[in-house]
């Protein structure tokens, strides 16, 4: 690395911290080899900044592999790879549960003592200079990438002294903090729409108001989607939006777009259509088309009709989100078949108390509205620091 401050000095990852992969949920092993169930942490739970571990599923490992795998506070959690804006995103382990290890789509990267602190590494891995080395030296398709063991330790890294560098990570962890209040305050919103849906309804799987239930199949156009030929010019970077798994559940725009060239190439659903995830890593996560948009084939979009209100209907999925991820649960590449997702069936109330709930809904989206705005604000904040911090202008 150039241009660094006096004082500092470059290394790479593999040379600062030690780098273990994971276990693989299919891997061999010795006929009756005893093995035990232990939570094990996945690309989904490892998120940019923080980590979420609200669903943190188990695997079957031996006492050879746990000891080998078991993470220790401090370790810095990096994903392999998955969609692009997944590759080396990552944050600090800091033991929430006693005994969990990671499967071999997290990379475990344990600072030596002494020589580098596991926030200040964190919060490098995250930047966009770090992203651009993950891209630049993995391997890519159309939509997904990956990064191996060791181009992974050739990460460059700035390295100031080490009180600079928990220095630099006081800060940004006081940033961070505002960052997280802000999306705190938006889950409680979050959770007050579902409040409001279960006092108005009660939970659709009791259905205790008595309403009519029937298969989805019916109540809409189901349509799975598609990716453009990578092979085809002029196909993206265009007006409509090209949703994929990652853009789920997510404020932030779409990461890909497609020319209208692009779209005719694959199928589009207009604006208000259910958005569901019915394949892969992230089965069952959930989103809402804010406008005519794409979305590539691991997702099944509902076109609702005129029975079911677009926001009554993307929230009582939001219900099933659980069950399609069970369902999907029983292969090695978890899948919901088109056939069986059609089948699910929801309760359908009248359409005059389904648009009574849309407009208690769309006054706690208004609040959330001048919350995102709020949370960018603090993003941009944030960039800015993080910009700051690791060019020694903090």
């Avoid at 209040?181 to 205790?208: C, V, Y």
């Avoid at 960018?376 to 911090?389: I, N, V």
Wanted: contains cysteine; neutral net charge.
């Amino acid at each position: 690395m150039s241009g660094l401050p006096n004082g500092w000095e470059s290394a790479e990852l593999g040379e600062i911290a030690d780098i273990k992969g994971g276990l693989a949920k299919s891997k061999n092993r010795e006929p009756g080899a005893a093995t035990r169930p232990v939570p094990f942490l996945r690309v989904a739970n490892v998120q940019r900044g923080y980590l979420d571990l609200g669903v943190l599923h188990e695997i079957e490992a031996t006492e050879a592999e746990i000891k080998d795998l078991a993470l220790q506070p401090g370790d810095v959690l990096l994903n392999e790879g998955g969609d692009r804006d997944k590759l080396g995103r990552g944050w600090v382990w800091e033991e929430q549960v006693p005994l969990c290890i990671h499967q071999n789509h997290v990379f475990r990267a344990r600072p030596k003592p002494g020589v580098v602190d596991p926030y200040y590494l964190s919060y490098w891995a995250n930047t966009s200079e770090a992203s651009a080395y993950f891209l630049s030296s993995g391997t890519q398709t159309t939509n997904l990438a990956s990064i191996n063991k060791s181009n992974l330790s050739r990460l460059p890294v700035p390295l100031p002294p080490l009180p600079e560098q928990r220095r630099i990570a006081a800060i940004l962890n006081k940033a961070e903090a505002l960052r997280t209040k802000r999306r705190t305050a938006l889950a409680k919103l979050d959770t007050l729409a579902q409040s409001i849906f279960i006092e108005m309804f009660g939970d659709p799987h009791l259905n205790i108001r008595k309403n009519k239930w029937a298969p989805i199949s019916e109540l809409g156009r189901i349509v799975t989607g598609g990716t453009p030929s990578s092979n085809l010019d002029g196909v993206f970077g265009g007006p409509v939006p090209f949703v994929t798994p990652g853009d789920l559940e997510s404020d932030s725009p779409v990461k890909r777009t497609l020319t209208d060239k692009g779209a005719a190439e694959v199928r589009t659903v207009r604006a208000g259509s259910t958005l569901v995830c019915c394949i892969g890593a992230t089965i069952g996560k959930m989103g809402k088309a804010q406008m005519n948009s794409a979305f590539n084939q691991q997702i099944n979009a509902i076109e609702w009709g005129p029975l079911v209100d677009d926001c009554y209907g993307f929230q009582v999925m939001r219900f099933y989100k659980a069950q399609i991820r069970n369902w999907g649960a029983s292969t090695t590449l978890p899948i919901l078949k088109k056939s069986s997702f059609e089948k699910i069936e929801i309760p359908v109330p009248p359409i005059k108390d389904q648009t009574l709930f849309s407009d208690r809904r769309a006054a706690v989206e208004q609040l959330g509205s001048s919350q995102n705005q709020s949370l960018a604000s603090l993003e941009d904040l944030f960039e800015a620091l993080q910009h700051r911090a690791f060019r020694g202008e903090l």
